[in-house]
């Protein structure tokens, strides 16, 4: 357990990790933009059904939820309670392993929902879905996009002790 964030060994632990997920969440967006380009080239050969009312909802329902509940889990997950217990039981490594490991849940829930309108567009033939799904898919992407300033500051703050406040 590396216990000074100024340390080389966290430093590289922080650098290490941010990058395994930074190329994590910029695959699974190239993936996202990939999945649009394959329902644009596909248009010719999927045939349009009648409109699904119940698949629809059903759809529209899961890519919200699924949307709301990344927000809603980046900032659960991220709450400086939570991250200063962990720092304080598991120090530098743990809390990075805890900023990674959100990082890519994130990016997997994103991924689910542009696969999700994927799969609607091959079950109704309308690319649309793709389209609207693989925006909101890459608006949270954006969203969960980890930038190392922001992992070093967490770091410092909930470990080391001149950031931490007194009370």
Same mark, same amino acid.
């Given at each position: ?5 100024? @340390? ?6 922080? +650098? ?6 930074? =190329? ?6 190239? @993936? =996202?933009?990939? !999945? ?5 080239? +596909? *248009? ?7 409109? /699904?009312? $119940?698949?629809?909802? &059903?759809? %529209? ?5 699924? &949307? ?5 889990? %980046? %900032? /659960?997950?991220? @709450?400086?309670? *939570?991250? +200063?217990?962990?720092? &304080? ?27 999700? &309108?994927?799969?609607?567009? !091959?079950?109704?033939? /309308?690319? !649309? ?5 693989? +925006? ?9 996009? $980890? ?14 002790? %001149?950031?931490?406040?007194? @009370?």
């Amino acid at each position: 357990m590396v216990a000074d964030p100024t @340390s080389p060994e966290a430093q590289a632990e922080v +650098a290490r990790k941010h990058k395994a997920a930074a =190329t994590t969440v910029i695959a699974l967006f190239v @993936s =996202t933009i990939l !999945l649009s380009i394959l329902a644009f080239v +596909a *248009r010719p050969y999927l045939e349009e059904k009648p409109p /699904n009312l $119940p698949l629809d909802f &059903g759809v %529209r329902i899961a890519v919200l939820m699924l &949307g709301l509940g990344a927000i809603v889990w %980046r %900032r /659960n997950k991220f @709450s400086a309670m *939570r991250l +200063a217990d962990i720092a &304080g039981l598991q120090g530098v490594s743990g809390l990075v392993r805890t900023l990674e490991k959100t990082t890519i849940q994130l990016a997997i829930l994103a991924e689910s929902i542009a696969t999700i &309108g994927f799969v609607t567009t !091959l079950i109704t033939g /309308n690319q !649309l879905y793709t389209y609207w799904s693989g +925006a909101i898919a890459a608006v949270v992407l954006v969203y969960c996009y $980890p930038t190392k300033s922001s992992w070093l500051k967490t770091v410092y703050r909930f470990t080391d002790p %001149r950031f931490q406040q007194t @009370s």
